[in-house]
């Protein structure tokens, strides 16, 4: 199964911007759409966007929407999150995911391999 490994978190003020990357290794890499999900101490975990396989679909959840982008560059094999004008609220662990899908719809209930996480903070 695909292995996925996230990085780029750390400790941002309110408004700054920050990119994630989230690696996978591999000749399949373009065959699967992959998700971010994020949590945070005490509270459920958050479905927070997808991209399609070949990138041309994504979807993103209500709170980031407007903020957050998602984007793939498959020769690369690295999928990013770039997030806007972060907030307090946007503080957790964000996670990458496979997805057994090649489009996003319904994708939060596809998950295959996840990454391990990296941990964003922000906080003025």
């Known amino acids: 199964q695909l292995r996925l490994v996230e990085s780029g978190g750390g400790l941002m003020q309110p408004g700054e911007s920050l990119t994630l990357s989230c690696a996978g290794p591999?000749?399949?890499?373009?065959?699967?759409?992959i998700g971010w999900f994020r949590q945070a101490p005490g509270k459920e975990r958050e479905g927070v966007s997808c991209i399609s396989s070949s990138g041309d679909t994504t979807n993103y959840a209500d709170s980031v929407k407007g903020r957050f982008t998602i984007s793939r560059v498959n020769v690369k094999n690295t999928v990013y999150l770039q997030m806007n004008n972060l907030k307090p609220e946007d503080t957790a662990v964000y996670y990458c995911?496979?997805?057994?899908?090649?489009?996003?719809?319904?994708?939060?209930?596809?998950?295959?391999?996840w990454g391990r996480g990296t941990q964003v903070t922000v906080s003025s």
């Open positions: 591999g000749s399949t890499f373009g065959d699967y759409a």
């Open positions: 995911a496979a997805i057994n899908v090649y489009s996003c719809r319904g994708w939060t209930g596809y998950v295959g391999s």
